[in-house]
Every structure is written in C-alpha cells, then in structure tokens.
C-alpha cells in the first residue's frame, strides 16, 4: 500500500484544527443543548448506545465521518465480511464473522464456500454436549463426566470464561450435573488446585489452542495426562490402558488436526476451526464448546444469532448511524485529537465481571501496533490503555483518579435495562429489582459526575481544593435491553467491528500478533539456560543475576 500517511490528509488536518476549538470546551456547555441526549443515541441488536457524554459536537462527528470516508471504511467493512485478505502481513481472511452466519447462508472464500464447515463444526459439538448433558460420555471406568477442564490460555480462555460467566443464568436443567472450569496458568496453580479435588474418572479436559503449540497449554495438558495416567493405569484399575483413557479423558480443539492426532487426541474427540479464525475473535466456533456446555447449544446458537444481527447492522446501517463506527470514532477523536490515552471499562452487573479483562486482549493485542501496513512507523496514537473491573466494586478502588487525579480517562459504562423479573418469589424478586436501581442509579450517577463536576452538585459555595470534581471526562453509556445470550452476542461483535474500524483508520493490521512472538522464542532460550546450568555467559547482568538466584534457591551453583 502507498498512500499518504493518514495524519497527513485533509481530514485529519480538519480534526485538528477543530481539536483546537474544542479542547476548551466543558461538557456543561455542550450540555446546554436540551436535545443533546437524544441527537447521540443509537439503537440495534438490542443495545442502546448514549455518545452525547463525549466531548464533541455536531460538526466534530461530521468531521470524524469524512474521516471514515476518507480512508474507505464502507469499502473495508464489506471487505471484512466478504472474505477478503484483510489479514495482509499473513495473506489471509479474518472470518469470525463467518462463525455466526445461519445455515442458509452462503460465503464463498478462495473458491469454496466455508459455511458448511463451520456448520459441520457446530453440529459435531452438539452431539458432544448432548452426550455429556446426557450422562452419555464416560470415563475409562465407566462413570460419567462430571467435572470438564478447559486448558487455554488468550482467546482460547478469556472469551470462553467471559461468557460462561456473564451467561450462567441460562444453563439448563441437563447440564447442571457438568462443571465447567479454567486453567490458563502456565505456572499450574490453577490446574494444580483441580488435581487436588477432582476425580479423574469422571474427569474431562480440552485442550484448546489454534496452533496445538502454546507452552502454555500444553504444559498444562502434559501434566494432566500424567495425572490421568498415575490415578487410572499406573494405579492398576482393570481394564483401564492409555489409549482408553486418552479416548475417554480428552477432546482437542484446534487448527492442526495432524499435531492433535499425534499428541493423541482421537479423532472423534477432535474440534476443527480455521487459520482465519485469530485466537481472540475464536469464541464464536469450537473454542466455544465450554459456552455450549453450560448454556447449551440452544442458547450459544443464540449468542450467535445476536453477533449475527450486529454483523448485518455493522454491513448496512449508514455510517452516522452505524453503533461500531460511532463507538469507534469516539475512540478516535479521544486518541488522537484530546490526547486522552487511557480507557476504563466498567459493567454495572455482576455476570459481566470477565468483560474488561476480554476487552483487553481483544483490543490491546489487535490495535497495540505501531507500524502500519506497509511497514512505516506510525507518527500518531494507536491503541489506548485499557482496564477496568466491575463498576461498583472500581467506585471503592480507582474512581478517584478518575474524578480527581491527573490522568484524563475515557470510560465505557454498561450496564441491562432489565433484570430478576423472573426470579419466581415476590419479596425476593422486590429485593433484587431494587438492587438493580440502585446499581443503575450509581452508573448513571458517576457518568453525570464524571461529565459535570461540581456542577453536578446543587450546593452554593466555593469549594475547598480536595473537594473539587473537575468533571470534563467523557464516557460512553451501554445499555443491553436485558443481558441475554442474543444481547450478550451483539455486545462483543460491537466491540469486535469497533476494533476494526479504528485498525482501518489507523492504517494497522487488527489481526496479527507479532508482538507476542518474540518473547515466547526469547523464554525457550531462557528455560533451556535454567534446565542446563550454562549459556548465560553472554546474557546482560540483570538476566545473569536473576538465573543465578534461581539456581542458588535450587541448590545449585552460579556457573
């Protein structure tokens, strides 16, 4: 690609210069319009976004929208959800979006139309879950799966987990005899507390990553397998061998059948996805088999569902009404024209507790990039700071940096409209409802606070200096009609296309990871040095110093 470098085109220099103007604007003053709130509002899928806490006008969006236009987000949108090879540094498509398309669909890629596949994928994971939802799956001794391991670490865990969690009051009535759980750790302490706890015969793990290589996962799965085989071949249980238990015990979930076959993973027990589906964008396919197996495959063809109807609203609604391009402008215009270089996520329901830790995979190891396409170093802002935790618990913890500190702080609050109308007791189910106003009363209360300051407060005087709100911190609102598995769906595929459209404008690939590669080359030295004892003559002397204390904590000599 040889193009101008974006920050060099009339667009960008019309942002600036506009950033100019309102960088001295107060959101109270915005505020000023009575229609402002209504004029920033967006609805689809079950979500309604509120944009009108940001610090921009009118004429700001306008100008973000030429923006879009100017680097042909319409184009790359359809591109996108085409099957084009918008993964240019690895020559290939980024097709999550093909993991949430119905049946009836068709999308042609490289001359072969990939929905049968993913369709394929799905119903061999249905008949999985029907079977451990049935008692069906049993151990080599003969007794059914009750607890089910998934050893992952990234997107083959943080999604999975996210979910599970955010979407538990939707398991149904078969599958409360299975327990899902997590291991990403690679130090094994996780995995370490199940082995400890759990009973191998009615134990199952899935070992679940793309490339069937992750140190991570693998140590993990190895140490498992060594369990396995210690409690229910070596102990001597009759009719128990290897091969049983491997057939019984482990199903994989990869791109790489050939290195799960020789792992030794039957193949019955094999789930495929495709090397256009990138680990963190994953959840939607066979990496998702630990959704299915607490929700239930009706309700993860739900959540699927809901993506979809975010993918058809991201591919047709107009731009200036689009919810990923809206929320990725925003994002944009605090970036790289207010300087605001920090994010905090904040759910306002306890389900939705994973959410951030999700978020900042999804958008720090897509768009935390400095160089674009092409190759050039980037001369602007890309990817921002992101964290958060669950809003009320953060009032207790960081708010006050957000309120009072030095740092300027964009946030995103989301919370359901809805919620515990069917919890079936009367006075149970008034408790709970006025527990959910409260918790939106706080939400709504924080974004006005963080918005207005001490405007926000009616009361006459000056204010002492460490009793000042400063307010002016833009925010964005969140609102799911209720948290559903369709809404949920729509919820991470809003983020998932936002994350595209601002790579599209910052002219950067979303869905490489080189970063993380280098460093996983670097530890295999550096274990190799730890194992042996020698080597690290020529490492620098903070790397010598720290392998020798380990060394000296084993009993060993420094070398």
């Not at 049993?138 to 607890?147: L, M, Q, S, V």
């Not at 009535?173 to 291991?183: G, I, P, Q, R, S």
């Not at 009616?458 to 809404?487: F, I, M, V």
Request: proline share 4%; hydrophobic share 40%.
């Amino acid at each position: 690609m040889n193009h101008a470098p974006i920050d060099q085109t009339g667009a960008w220099q019309r942002l600036m210069e506009h950033a100019e103007e309102m960088r001295t604007t107060h959101l109270r003053e915005l505020f000023v319009d009575e229609d402002r709130g209504g004029a920033f509002m967006r609805q689809a899928a079950g979500l309604t976004l509120d944009l009108s806490k940001q610090r921009w006008s009118d004429a700001t969006l306008e100008r973000l929208l030429d923006l879009a236009r100017a680097v042909e987000v319409p184009q790359r949108i359809q591109a996108l959800l085409n099957g084009e090879h918008v993964n240019i540094s690895e020559d290939r498509p980024a097709l999550h979006t093909a993991l949430r398309l119905p049946p009836e669909a068709e999308l042609v890629v490289d001359g072969e139309d990939v929905v049968p596949g993913v369709h394929a994928t799905l119903d061999r994971m249905a008949t999985m879950v029907a079977r451990l939802h049935a008692r069906q799956w049993r151990g080599a001794t003969g007794r059914p799966i009750h607890d089910v391991v998934n050893l992952g670490v990234g997107g083959s865990d943080l999604g999975p987990l996210m979910v599970t969690h955010a979407l538990a009051d939707y398991r149904p009535a078969d599958a409360h005899h299975v327990e899902v759980h997590f291991a990403s750790t690679m130090d094994g302490s996780q995995l370490a507390d199940y082995l400890t706890r759990f009973n191998p015969e009615t134990t199952l793990f899935v070992i679940s990553s793309k490339s069937f290589t992750t140190i991570d996962t693998l140590s993990n799965a190895r140490t498992a397998r060594d369990w396995l085989m210690a409690r229910l071949v070596e102990d001597g249980i009759q009719g128990v061998d290897e091969e049983m238990v491997m057939r019984q015990h482990f199903v994989g979930v990869s791109a790489k059948p050939d290195k799960m076959s020789e792992w030794g993973i039957a193949e019955a027990n094999q789930l495929l996805f495709w090397e256009w589906v990138g680990g963190r964008y994953s959840l939607w396919g066979a990496i998702g088999l630990p959704i299915a197996l607490v929700i239930g495959m009706a309700n993860f063809r739900e959540l699927l569902a809901g993506a979809h109807a975010m993918d058809e609203h991201f591919a047709k609604a107009p731009l200036g009404d689009n919810l990923p391009v809206l929320l990725a402008l925003a994002g944009i215009w605090n970036v790289n024209f207010l300087d605001i270089r920090a994010h905090s996520i904040l759910p306002y329901d306890g389900r939705l507790e994973h959410f951030a830790a999700y978020l900042e995979q999804l958008e720090m190891e897509s768009n935390g990039k400095s160089a674009t396409h092409d190759g050039r170093q980037v001369s602007y802002s890309t990817c921002p700071v992101l964290w958060g935790q669950l809003g009320p618990n953060a009032q207790h913890a960081f708010y006050q940096l957000l309120h009072q500190g030095t740092q300027p702080v964009v946030c995103d609050f989301i919370a359901p409209l809805k919620r515990y109308d069917d919890v079936e007791d009367a006075a149970t189910r008034d408790h709970l409802k006025a527990q959910h106003r409260l918790t939106l009363a706080n939400c709504f209360a924080q974004s006005r606070l963080l918005m207005l300051g001490d405007d926000a407060i009616d009361e006459p005087g000056e204010r002492p200096g460490h009793k000042r709100y400063r307010g002016n911190q833009p925010s964005t609102t969140l609102l799911l009609d209720r948290l559903t598995p369709a809404t949920l769906g729509a919820l991470i595929a809003l983020y998932e296309h936002k994350v595209f459209v601002q790579a599209a404008i910052w002219d950067i690939n979303p869905f490489d990871q080189w970063g993380v590669e280098l460093g996983k080359q670097i530890a295999g030295e550096t274990e190799r040095m730890l194992a042996d004892q020698h080597g690290h003559e020529q490492m620098d002397a903070s790397t010598r110093a720290l392998l020798e204390a380990v060394w000296r904590a084993e009993g060993g000599s420094d070398r």
